[in-house]
């Protein structure tokens, strides 16, 4: 039965994807359109992926498991809902979706609203505004409203850098709203202090007229100035009757002590109203410095983007006139991720849900639905709230059901999971194995020697058949991972990083950025470091007069001249980056800040990247390492008290003063247990990104997993599949980042083959002619509808209606070639992943025969360069074989303008 306000909490692995999916097209099929149903995620792989699964469990619905699903959900029958799946395909792939981040849909709402804030709409965004341009702004701003002062005492008080304050400015910035209900206000706070040193002098009376005063308690109360007295230990007690001034004690130092107690809180509550009352101006020029710098550059933040959105919808309009202009067209909200979602984004999807639920019970048409697990919540330090799952329950009285099965990890994984969390985490579901997953392997291993155990274990699995793509590190810090890259490179183990997948970071493109930085500096140490990049003799380079030739030419030209496209595509995804610089100014003085990644499947290596970093993702092999180094103290010089998920009050931190202020020592407690759920949960975060073996590398002291009493020993049997070995089957979804960098998903197939302004053009008509293809449910012509309107969708931007009809006209020849369909009969891969000594290749169709032989095919939209055509093909032919140990034949298949040939290689 379908349930029109419904929440999942979808534990490690539980199939929340599947849901979602199953959600959306329950929707569909119950009549709802897809440009009326809004879904958000929080990362573009995730609204990628869903819109890949929908598409192909549409196409292929009768063999999906999401078929039954729907038929529970819906109550409608099997035959109805793959009689209605044609019609419901076709409505998706023509209609305006709205499956995207949660970003992408504040930056939306932006851009319909732009000139309220002072914006032009066709701002972009960057995950963060350019810091050191911001720096000098905000400096600037400072001097100019005669702030400097306040700056100065501020960070003396705080003890922070001029960095750290910025941190606490952006804080501030971001939860302007939630703090709106807080004043601060200016306090003397000299009087305290002089009132405490006062009482601690005639407490030293007293022990000074002690005659059995030890050199101890005369110690004990001596202070030069009231930052000393403050740090005393006794101060903290209840009473001064103790073994340090018991010889010396009289009722009346207990009443010195009271008025020391209250003259040092007081003292601290008014240094903290100065504290935030600096704080808080200072924020307001932070924000005019945003504004100018944002208003100047077109460019915002992701938080920009969310403050901007909210401070319009509260302050500037209507917000009943804002959905409004949204088309009134969302009728049904589907959230991922719910439990890391902030309280500012709620409060701005708040009207939208209120309309849907409508005050008096769920509307007739209207849905909402959201997924999460608080045990994930891992982001409190990006503004979100765990206790917001609940409390959105609470509030919209919505029907929560759990996702306990995991899909994701084997017996011996999930088991492990769940005894060691079962009486740790609060409210705890132990999670269920699923019928076919009695294998797995975990080993807890207690070392001193953290780094050379990981590599000890990295080795063991590599030896044991293990990809080295599926083999991952998690480690608590990006310091502690920089230390276990340079250890397992030393090795010779090949790695990735975040830093190293950065596309400024990769091999091709930092040469053609050296080239350059010579071509506009002139220094000779760039065309040292371009020619020692490509392995070339050096010589000389030309000069180019950056006013008559376009940035993007000269990168082609250096490209073709020095032959540096090779079998990676990094220029090519380099070279789409490239476009949004005005000039090489622009490009050499901003390209580090680039967030684009090189091509995924150019990557090759053990993965390294911190817990955080690793949610979302899952590697058949996890290596959980313990910190390298003790865990600093809490070092946030800001305590942020929430009742749920209401900011009540905020407090400075400040050492010792749990001991005498109540108010603050709730406060810090709560702090304590919030900050112990997040390290539980990042626990339970780096144990479930495991599908088949987990090792936890424990030290014995000050270690991070302290809390979970894990003892040394291992279950189950290690075993890892040979995926070097044999064909791995990827899901297209998994390539969506990087599909259009490719024909196809393919990253060996594309050379640059001639110099000249259609490259790109050429390249756009492959991806598209590759990805219809691909998307082709069968070779019918009944099915070349579907994979066009595919095509369209995706690529439709960049082609021309010529193009289009081209591609049809070469996909139609295609199917009604009885020679191709001849060698396709049998069972069909389409993007086969091939991984073959190391190197990951993918076959535009695979075709396993009835005799048992194989057929391998490759499309070609040009005979050009047949050589090279016939030299992959080959390539494919003696991979599969050996594989295989099956006969195997090759075949390259030209989608020509007015003919198809088929030819064996």
């Not at 917001?388 to 059901?401: I, Q, S």
């Amino acid at each position: 039965m379908f349930k029109n306000n419904l929440a999942y909490e979808a534990s490690a692995g539980s199939g929340k994807t599947f849901m979602l999916v199953v959600r959306y097209l329950s929707l569909l099929f119950k009549g709802a359109t897809p440009n009326k149903i809004l879904a958000l995620t929080f990362t573009n792989k995730a609204a990628f992926e869903m819109q890949e699964r929908i598409v192909l469990t549409l196409e292929e619905l009768e063999h999906r498991g999401e078929l039954d699903e729907i038929v529970k959900v819906t109550g409608f029958s099997r035959e109805f809902l793959l009689h209605e799946r044609k019609r419901i395909l076709d409505e998706f792939l023509n209609s305006n979706s709205k499956i995207m981040t949660i970003d992408k849909f504040f930056a939306q709402i932006l851009r319909k609203f732009s000139l309220y804030a002072s914006l032009m709409p066709d701002f972009t965004t960057m995950s963060s505004q350019h810091e050191l341009k911001l720096l000098s702004r905000f400096l600037k701003e400072v001097s100019v409203a005669g702030k400097k002062n306040t700056l100065i005492t501020l960070s003396l008080q705080s003890n922070k850098r001029l960095g750290d304050i910025f941190t606490l400015l952006d804080e501030f910035y971001i939860k302007h709203q939630e703090l709106s209900h807080l004043k601060f206000e200016k306090q003397e706070f000299l009087h305290f202090e002089q009132e405490a040193m006062e009482n601690l002098g005639y407490l030293r009376d007293i022990i000074d007229r002690c005659e059995g005063a030890s050199a101890t308690v005369k110690k004990a109360v001596e202070a030069d100035d009231f930052e000393e007295l403050a740090l005393k230990s006794w101060i903290g007690r209840e009473s001064l009757d103790y073994r340090t001034f018991s010889k010396c004690f009289t009722p009346d130092m207990n009443a010195l002590l009271t008025r020391i107690q209250d003259a040092v809180k007081n003292q601290n509550r008014a240094k903290e109203q100065n504290f935030f009352y600096a704080l808080s101006e200072l924020t307001g020029i932070y924000q005019k410095a945003k504004k100018a710098l944002y208003t100047e550059d077109s460019e915002l933040s992701f938080n920009d983007v969310t403050v901007l959105v909210y401070h319009i919808l509260k302050e500037r309009i209507d917000s009943e006139f804002l959905y409004f202009r949204l088309d009134s067209a969302i009728e049904h909200i589907l959230l991922d991720e719910f439990q890391d979602t902030s309280i500012l984004q709620y409060e701005i999807l708040k009207p939208l849900i209120d309309e849907i639920l409508s005050g008096s019970g769920v509307s007739e048409d209207g849905s909402f639905f959201f997924v999460g697990d608080v045990k994930q919540s891992i982001y409190r330090f990006r503004g979100g709230v765990s206790a917001l799952f609940g409390a959105v329950k609470e509030e919209c009285n919505t029907e929560v059901e759990a996702l306990l099965t995991n899909y994701r990890s084997q017996r011996e994984v999930i088991e492990f999971v769940n005894r060691t969390f079962i009486d740790k985490i609060n409210n705890y579901a132990p999670q269920i194995v699923r019928a076919d997953a009695d294998a797995g392997y975990v080993e807890v291993i207690s070392s001193e020697e953290i780094l050379e155990e990981s590599i000890k274990q990295v080795k063991r699995l590599l030896q044991l058949g293990a990809d080295i793509n599926e083999v991952a590190i998690l480690c608590a810090t990006n310091g502690d991972g920089e230390v276990i890259k340079q250890m397992l490179q030393e090795e010779n183990i090949e790695v990735v990083t975040e830093t190293t997948t950065k596309l400024i970071n990769q091999k091709s493109v930092k040469a053609v950025l050296e080239y350059l930085k010579y071509l506009y500096f002139g220094e000779e140490i760039y065309k040292h470091n371009f020619f020692a990049l490509i392995n070339q003799e050096v010589r000389d380079i030309p000069s180019i007069n950056f006013t008559k030739t376009k940035l993007l030419r000269v990168i082609k030209n250096v490209i073709a001249e020095y032959r540096l496209f090779s079998d990676d595509f990094h220029l090519i995804r380099f070279l789409d980056v490239v476009g949004k610089y005005e000039d090489i100014e622009a490009l050499l003085f901003e390209y580090e800040r680039l967030d684009a990644s090189g091509a995924a499947s150019d990557l090759n290596g053990v993965r390294v990247l911190t817990i955080h970093k690793s949610k979302g993702l899952e590697y058949e092999h996890v290596i959980v390492m313990d910190r390298l180094k003790k865990a600093p103290p809490a070092r946030d010089a800001i305590i942020y008290e929430y009742d749920g998920i209401k900011l009540e009050d905020v407090y400075l931190r400040i050492k010792g003063r749990d001991a005498i202020d109540a108010e603050y020592e709730e406060a810090l407690a709560k702090e304590k247990y919030l900050a112990k759920e997040d390290s539980l949960n990042a626990l339970y975060v780096a144990f479930t990104r495991a599908r088949e073996n987990l090792f936890v590398i424990v030290k014995s002291k000050d270690s991070t997993f302290d809390m979970l009493n894990l003892e040394p020993k291992s279950s189950g049997e290690l075993i890892c599949k040979n995926t070097n070995a044999q064909t791995k089957a990827v899901l297209p979804s998994k390539e969506l980042n990087y599909k259009d960098l490719y024909y196809g998903t393919q990253s060996d197939i594309l050379k640059l083959e001639e110099n000249n302004d259609e490259d790109l053009k050429a390249i756009n008509f492959g991806l598209a002619l590759h990805y219809m293809l691909e998307m082709l449910g069968s070779f019918t012509l009944e099915a070349v509808g579907n994979a066009k309107d595919m095509m369209i969708n995706k690529y439709g931007y960049s082609l021309e209606e010529s193009e289009i009809s081209d591609i049809e006209s070469r996909v139609v020849s295609l199917i009604e070639s009885e020679e191709f369909i001849f060698l396709a009969s049998g069972e069909c891969y389409k993007e086969k992943a091939l991984r073959y000594k190391d190197n990951l290749r993918y076959i535009d169709l695979l075709v396993k025969q009835d005799d048992g032989s194989w057929v391998v095919i490759d499309y070609k939209s040009s005979m050009s360069y047949s050589d090279k055509h016939v030299q992959q093909v080959n390539y494919y032919v003696k991979a599969i074989k050996e594989i295989t140990g099956d006969a195997v034949k090759g075949y390259i298949a030209y989608l020509l303008e007015d003919s198809v040939m088929v030819t064996k290689v």
